[in-house]
């Protein structure tokens, strides 16, 4: 892995580059998005680059792998890895792009640092980024020719075949592939890239859970609107779907993607949501009772109230179906008849070995993960799915 030379190197700089690794990003997505405007409009979240998280995944994913090599320097951190992989692959990300982020990226370092930037500290960090550059190349290579995807062309036009409005601000969408072809198999947990061009022209993608058992010719997302600040284009994807995409029309997705899924076996589980994050939980509910899982699954969700979690007849229903199966729904409605406030797994039965599957917003999520591990669950067995930039990393 690192060479033991630009290990200690690394370890000498890390403090420095840590402390200004958000103005080297930020700096690098203006450098970048200044040579390849295009990058911005048709690859890149512009409501995240607006809101500042991705500059902080970023940040927090590059400290991240650095600081791991030098405490691992015969180790790599290939669950983070791969975590950024998928999210890479549902994107079509190319490995002819990556030459391009380094030019912009060690630009934004070295004006930065200044004369800090020796070039034995400039050749040591060059070593850090190719090591996970090529590390991501060669997973997102394995990951495009599993799914049958040439020159990461993810691309395929689907029919809606069907629209639901869930709640008032959530709406479901049936989709089959437009070529009349079968649809790709996918893992409960894991979601699909939805590509639409907007009235500027611009193609923006977002990442949607797949919800339902899968079939031969049909899948299914959920889909919240999203509301940002005024002007923020923040939810413009999720706005244009909603107002926007009918019976009929057509969406360009990718093949399926994501890490969070279920590992094989009757362990106890726990599935934790909040919000729209129900749905790659609904996903695995519906895997575990058409397999008729023994072990005991306990299900929790948080939201505002029972009109707003969306699909909450099916999540209590597939929960039912389970023979150990038990659901826990938390309201900030005090009228709602069910557990009011924020999750409390104090008195909630976990038996030993629990695995335990999180999504939802970061706080909820670092909430839980608390919980869990103060009832002797694992750290290990913690597994969880974020919504956007992976700002686990950077404030863990």
Partial sequence: MLTGYSAAVVRSTLPAVGAAIEDITELFYGKLFAARPELLRDLFNRGNQAA???RQALAGSIAAFATYLVEHPDDRPDVMLRRIAHKHASLGVRADQYPVVH??????????????????????WDEVYWLMANALTAI????????????????????????????????SFLLRPA??????????????????????GARQVRQYSLIGAPSATTRAIAVKKVTGASGDPDGE??????????????LHLSPPYGDLVLAPGDAPLLLASAGIGCTPMLAMLEELASAGHPGPVTVVHAD???????????????????????AHFWYEDPDSGHHTGH?????????????????????????????????????ADVHYEVFGPDLWLARR
């Fill in 52 to 54: 500042g998280t991705q």
């Fill in 304 to 326: 505002r109230s029972p009109g707003s979690h969306a699909l909450r007849a099916h999540h209590e229903a597939l929960a039912a179906k389970l023979p150990a199966g038990t």
């Fill in 103 to 124: 030019q912009h990226l060690f630009e934004a370092i070295a004006e930065v640092l200044g004369d800090a930037v020796t070039p034995e500290v400039a050749a040591a």
């Fill in 179 to 200: 070529d009349g072809g079968p649809a790709p198999a996918f893992r409960a947990g894991q979601y699909v890239s939805v590509q639409v061009q907007l009235p500027d």
């Fill in 237 to 250: 994807v999720s706005h244009h779907l909603h107002a926007h995409v009918r019976q009929g029309d057509l």
């Fill in 140 to 171: 997102e290579s394995q990951l495009y020719a599993e799914q049958g995807v040439v020159d990461a062309d993810v691309w395929r036009p689907w029919e809606v075949v069907d629209r639901t409005e869930e709640t008032p601000a959530v709406a």
């Fill in 343 to 379: 999750v409390d797994l104090s008195g909630v039965p976990l038996a030993p070995g629990t695995r335990a599957y999180l999504c939802g917003p970061l706080p909820f999520m670092r909430a839980v993960r608390g919980q869990l591990l103060g009832k002797g669950v694992a750290a």
